[in-house]
């Protein structure tokens, strides 16, 4: 792979990240969703000249996130597909770290998410939630509490059994 001329820039929010984009079937209605859940900001979209959203981007906490409406040319060919044309599941979790995931997680569910897995204190030393939003996406959401020794997250992850 050719290396970056050293004058090309790389925005900061792209700088140390791989952006997911994701795909849903109602892309307007998932980004109403995401601001009231979970808070996002809408940076950017552009609608598709036959209506819908081309591509959009939007920041939950601290980051980004594509996302547009599936195209029915793009499922048929298998390309890209929402969640809900897989038959409900995903491949994909995304992480986010927040402030405050439980008041979060009450937001998400007042706002239409399944609650998968309740706020929980992990072995890991995070405090997470798992949810699923309207579209099928698997979101976990973590706010740290403590930094856990390679040692000791060994020991816990074996106590757990």
């Known amino acids: 792979m050719a290396e970056l001329a050293a004058d090309v820039e790389i925005p900061d929010r792209y700088r140390y990240a791989v952006v997911p984009h994701i795909m849903v079937d109602d892309a307007a209605a998932a980004i109403d969703f995401y601001q009231r859940a979970f808070g996002a900001r809408e940076d950017f979209r552009i609608d598709g000249p036959g209506g819908g959203v081309l591509h959009a981007e939007i920041t939950v906490g601290r980051s980004a996130l594509m996302l547009g409406d599936t195209s029915l040319e793009e499922a048929e060919a298998g390309s890209f597909a929402a969640p809900a044309s897989l038959g409900g599941g995903t491949s994909v979790a995304l992480h986010v770290f927040v402030p405050d995931v439980d008041s979060l997680a009450e937001r998400a569910e007042a706002a239409g998410a399944e609650i998968l897995q309740p706020p929980t204190d992990m072995f890991h030393g995070d405090r997470t939630v798992i ?27 074996s106590a757990a059994g």
Not at 135 to 151: A, C, I, K, N, Y
Request: negative net charge; glycine residues 4%; without cysteine.
């Open 131 to 157: 949810l699923k939003d309207p579209s099928g996406h698997m979101w976990v959401f973590l706010t740290h509490v403590e930094d856990v020794p390679e040692e000791e997250l060994r020991r816990r992850l």
